[in-house]
T-cell receptor, first 114, second 113 residues
């Protein structure tokens, strides 16, 4: 089945220790998104890639970076995680040339910062 | 400034009855709206969408209504089933912004047998 895969599902990192979260997709979608969701809050878009074009949200902290080496993979790098970065990180994809704009989500990575 | 709001954090409904989930938005320029369902330990899954030029869209037990003058949309689930118990998010987007979505905080629906 075509899908969006996130690894790992659970990640524990230490305060200030860089961490990378991974997302891959078999849908061949041209757009990949990263969202941060804290408990009982709305998922918040951090940035997205439209093909190779990177689009950062204005309020995304510089501590968050992303890479998309190819169509299938996208990474979220947190350079110096703080306690406030503990959250669920959701990766999503969409195919904008289609008439529908729904996004397909992975299961998420729950990040704990100790 | 939260552009999409779901003011009810939770809703409890009896099996077989109608569930109505509500969502309000502030930006009249949104081009489309979507509803997602999320089970614990899973990512959100797409349920149904509606274009801003329409006022109703139906898919099986799910119907979304859009009231542009009130900047309000609602999701009706009829009849409700225990398997519908999940968190429901509404989201809104613009055609010219790379498909990015702005989400509400979610409403947890509990359907009791």
């Amino acid at each position: 089945d075509a899908m969006v895969i996130q690894n790992p599902r659970y990640q524990v990192t230490q305060f200030g220790k860089p961490v990378t979260l991974s997302c891959s997709q078999t849908l061949n979608h041209n757009v990949m998104y990263w969202y941060q969701q804290k408990s009982s809050q709305a998922p918040k878009l951090l940035f997205h890639y439209y093909d190779k074009d990177f689009n950062n949200e204005a309020d995304t902290p510089d501590n968050f970076q992303s890479r998309r080496p190819n169509t299938s993979f996208c990474f979220l790098d947190i350079r110096s995680p703080g306690l406030g970065d503990a959250a669920m990180y959701l990766c999503a994809t969409s195919f904008l040339a289609s008439l529908s704009y729904e996004q397909y989500f992975g299961p998420g990575t729950r990040l704990t910062v100790t | 400034d939260q552009q999409v709001k779901q003011n009810s954090p939770s809703l409890s409904v009896q099996e077989g009855r109608i569930s109505i989930l509500n969502c309000d938005y502030t930006n009249s320029m949104f081009d489309y709206f979507l509803w997602y369902k999320k089970y614990p330990a899973e990512g959100p899954t797409f349920l149904i969408s509606i274009s801003s030029i329409k006022d109703k869209n139906e898919d099986g037990r799910f119907t979304v209504f859009l009231n542009k003058s009130a900047k309000h949309l609602s999701l009706h689930i009829v009849p409700s089933q225990p398997g519908d118990s999940a968190v429901y998010f509404c989201a809104a987007g613009f055609y010219n912004q790379g498909g990015k979505l702005i989400f509400g905080q979610g409403t947890e629906l509990s359907v009791k047998p």
